[in-house]
C-alpha cells in the first residue's frame, strides 16, 4: 500500500513520532499529508504573554492561532499570567475543540467567571487543571459549580485554590457537588481546605450516591478523622489510588464527637470497602489523640488490598516529649498485601530524637525507602518480618543488629542494598553476607562506618566472604575506629571468578569449584581541597605502594600503634592530601572482604579488579 493511502487515523498516530521541525516538511508531501501533519503540528499549544497578546490583537486575516485554532487540543497557559475576562473569552471562541488545559503556571482571577466568559465552548475538555485566585472564602461554591454543569466530559480535574483567608473551609458536601456536576469524572487532585467531618452529618452521609467512576483521588488541608474515612469508603467503592495531605491540617473537631454516636453498625461494613484500591500516600503531622489512634486503627483495615504505600510523618514541637510512643503509633503497618513501601520522617531539629523503627510483618514487601534521620534501624528485624523483601534503600537512619541475634542467621533473597547519609557498625556487613548470599548490589553513599579495631592489626574489617557483587559503589565513605578516621582502603575478593549459589534443604548455599585467593587492591581516600569536605577523591596505591602497606600492616604490633604519634600528627586532620598516604598508615586501614567483584567504583572512579590486580 502506498504511504498517501494509508488510513487517516494511521497517519496521525504516525505523525505524532515525527519531530516537529519535522512534521512542517512532511504536511507538503502529499494531499493525503497535509492535514494529519497539519493537526499534529498544531496538537499542543503553550501560550505566554507575547502569544497572548497576538492571539487577541492580531487581524483575524493575518491570525494563524485563530485559522487554526481548531486543530488544538492541548493548551498551556504559562508566564506567571492574570488571565482577566476577555482573555479568557478569546481563547474560548479561538480555541473550540480543546481536550486538555492546563492554567497551573498562570492564574486565573474572579474575573474568568464572568458573564463574558462562555465555558461551553470548552465542553469537549476531558483534563482541566486550574489555579485560581480566589478573593473570598466561598468563591468554589457560588462560581466554580456554574462552570462545572458546563463541562460534561470531563474526567480528570486538578484545582488549586490559593484564598486570602483560610476561614469558612469547605465540607464534605462540596465533594458532592464537584461529582454531581461531573458524573464522569475519574481523577480529582484539589487543595480546597475542608472541615472535619461531625458524627451528626454521618445520618447523611449513608445515602450518598456513589461515584463509581472515580479511581483516583488526592486531597490537600483535609483532616484525620473516623468521619472522612466512613465518607470515602462510602462515596468511592472502586478508588483504587487514594493520597492525603494531612500535614499542617488545624484539629477543631472535638475529641469526643463520635463518641457519643453509634458508629459500631456502620464500622460493621467499613472491611468491605476499598477493595480495588492499591495504592495510597499520606502525608500528616504526628498528633496525640484518641481521635487518631481510633482513624489508624481503622485504617489498618482498608490496606488488605493494597500493593504501594507511601508514608511522610511530620514531628512537631508538640509532641517532642513522647516521639517514640506517637512513632509506634503512627506507623503500625503490618500487611500481607503491600509490596513498595516508602517512609520518610521529617523531625523539627536533627539530632533531637533518638528513635527506634520496628517494622510490622510485611509478608510480600518487595521493595522498600526508609528516611528516618537519627532513628535506629535493626536489620535483622527487619529482615525477619519482611522474608521476601529484595530491595531495600536506607537514608538518614543509624542501622544496627539486635543483641539477640541467633549465630546462624536464617537466610534471606535480598538482593540490593542502598544506604546513604547513615551510620553502620562494621560488623552489619558480615550479618548481611552471612544471610543475604543473592546480594548482587551494594550503594554505599555518605556512610560513617565504624566498629573497633584489634591493636595488633589496627585493621577495621568489613566482612562480606559471602557476597558476590555486580555491581559495588562507595561513595563520600567514612571509616572510624574509637580513635582515628582511616584513610587506607583494601578491597580483597576470595574468589577470582563468580561462585554458583544453589538451594539445599531450602537454604541458599555458596558453592566454590576453585581454591580460594586472596586479591587485594590498595586505596588511599584523600582530599585535594581541605575546605571541601564532601569532595573526596581516591588513589589506586601502585604494587609497590601496596607492598609497603601490606608489610607496614603485617608486622603491625601494639608498640608501633603507641609509639608512632610523630606520624599522627603531621597529618591530624580528618582531610588527607595526596602526598600524605605513607604518613596514614599508622591510623590503621580499613579492609573489604568480598566473595567475589569484579567492576566496582570508589569515589566515582571506575576499578576493574581483574586487570588492576594484574
Not at 485554532?69 to 471562541?93: A, D, F, M, P, T
Request: with cysteine; charged share 25%; glycine share 2%.
Amino acid at each position: 500500500m502506498l504511504a498517501s493511502r494509508l488510513p487517516f487515523e494511521i497517519l496521525a498516530l504516525i505523525a505524532s513520532f515525527v519531530p516537529k521541525f519535522k512534521r512542517s516538511e512532511c504536511s507538503t508531501v502529499c494531499k493525503a499529508w497535509k492535514t494529519p501533519f497539519q493537526d499534529s503540528l498544531w496538537h499542543s499549544l503553550r501560550i505566554n504573554r507575547i502569544l497572548l497578546k497576538l492571539i487577541i490583537y492580531l487581524p483575524n486575516e493575518e491570525n494563524i492561532y485563530k485559522k487554526n485554532g481548531h486543530r488544538v487540543r492541548e493548551l498551556q497557559i504559562c508566564g506567571n499570567l492574570k488571565i482577566r475576562q476577555r482573555q479568557i473569552h478569546e481563547l474560548q471562541q479561538c480555541f473550540t475543540q480543546l481536550k486538555s488545559l492546563n492554567t497551573m503556571d498562570a492564574r486565573l482571577t474572579q474575573e474568568c467567571f464572568g458573564t463574558m466568559a462562555e465555558w461551553g465552548q470548552w465542553s469537549s475538555l476531558t483534563d482541566l487543571k486550574m489555579f485560581i485566585l480566589c478573593p473570598f472564602s466561598d468563591f468554589f461554591t457560588q462560581e466554580m459549580t456554574k462552570v462545572f454543569p458546563c463541562l460534561p466530559s470531563l474526567t480528570r480535574l486538578e484545582f488549586i485554590e490559593t484564598r486570602y483567608t483560610a476561614d469558612n473551609r469547605y465540607t464534605w458536601k462540596t465533594l458532592e457537588i464537584i461529582h454531581t456536576s461531573l458524573p464522569r469524572l475519574k481523577y480529582l487532585v484539589t487543595s480546597l481546605l475542608f472541615s472535619p467531618v461531625l458524627a451528626k452529618d454521618i445520618s447523611e452521609i449513608k445515602q450518598v450516591v456513589p461515584a463509581d467512576c472515580m479511581t483516583d483521588l488526592t486531597l490537600s488541608s483535609t483532616n484525620m478523622d473516623i468521619g472522612w474515612l466512613i465518607y470515602y469508603s462510602l462515596k468511592y467503592p472502586k478508588l483504587e489510588k487514594l493520597i492525603l495531605s494531612l500535614e499542617g491540617c488545624r484539629v477543631d473537631q472535638p475529641e469526643d464527637d463520635f463518641q457519643n454516636y453509634d458508629t459500631t453498625p456502620l464500622l460493621k461494613t467499613l472491611p468491605d470497602a476499598f477493595l480495588h484500591i492499591k495504592t495510597i500516600e499520606i502525608c500528616q503531622t504526628a498528633v496525640v489523640s484518641k481521635r487518631h489512634d481510633m482513624f489508624w486503627q481503622l485504617f489498618q483495615q482498608f490496606i488488605e488490598h493494597v500493593k504501594d504505600m507511601k508514608y511522610i510523618l511530620h514531628f512537631t514541637n508538640l509532641v517532642s516529649e513522647q516521639p517514640q510512643g506517637v512513632l509506634d503509633e503512627c506507623v503500625q503497618l503490618s500487611s500481607a498485601s503491600v509490596e513498595n513501601l516508602d517512609l520518610f520522617i521529617k523531625f523539627p531539629c536533627k539530632d533531637e530524637f533518638n528513635l527506634s523503627m520496628k517494622l510490622g510483618v510485611c509478608s510480600r514487601l518487595v521493595d522498600l525507602k526508609m528516611k528516618l534521620p537519627e532513628t535506629v534501624v535493626e536489620l535483622d528485624v527487619l529482615l525477619n518480618n519482611c522474608p521476601a523483601l529484595k530491595n531495600i534503600q536506607l537514608d538518614d537512619v543509624l542501622v544496627r543488629i539486635s543483641r539477640d541475634t541467633s549465630e546462624i542467621p536464617k537466610k534471606h533473597c535480598l538482593e540490593t542494598i542502598f544506604i546513604e547519609f547513615s551510620k553502620v557498625n562494621s560488623l552489619t556487613f558480615g550479618y548481611i553476607s552471612r544471610r543475604c548470599i543473592r546480594l548482587r548490589s551494594m550503594t554505599l553513599s555518605y556512610v560513617n562506618i565504624y566498629g573497633s579495631t584489634p591493636q595488633y592489626t589496627g585493621n577495621l574489617i568489613m566482612d562480606m566472604s559471602w557476597s558476590q557483587f555486580e555491581v559495588l559503589k562507595l561513595n563520600g565513605m567514612t571509616y572510624r575506629d574509637k580513635k582515628h578516621s582511616m584513610k587506607i582502603l583494601a578491597i580483597e575478593r576470595i574468589h577470582a571468578t563468580p561462585q554458583a549459589v544453589h538451594s539445599d534443604d531450602g537454604l541458599t548455599l555458596l558453592t566454590s569449584m576453585l581454591p580460594p585467593v586472596n586479591q587485594r587492591l590498595w586505596f588511599h581516600l584523600f582530599s585535594e581541597d581541605q575546605s571541601d569536605t564532601m569532595c573526596r577523591r581516591v588513589r589506586i596505591l601502585d604494587k609497590k605502594q601496596a607492598m609497603i602497606a601490606r608489610d607496614y600492616y603485617t608486622a603491625f604490633l601494639s608498640s608501633i600503634w603507641n609509639t608512632n604519634k610523630k606520624a599522627e600528627t603531621v597529618c591530624d586532620s580528618d582531610i588527607r592530601k595526596k602526598p600524605c598516604w605513607r604518613k596514614d598508615l599508622s591510623r590503621g586501614h580499613v579492609t573489604l572482604r568480598c566473595g567475589y567483584v569484579g567492576q566496582y567504583s570508589i569515589e566515582s572512579v571506575d576499578v576493574d579488579h581483574n586487570v588492576q590486580f594484574l
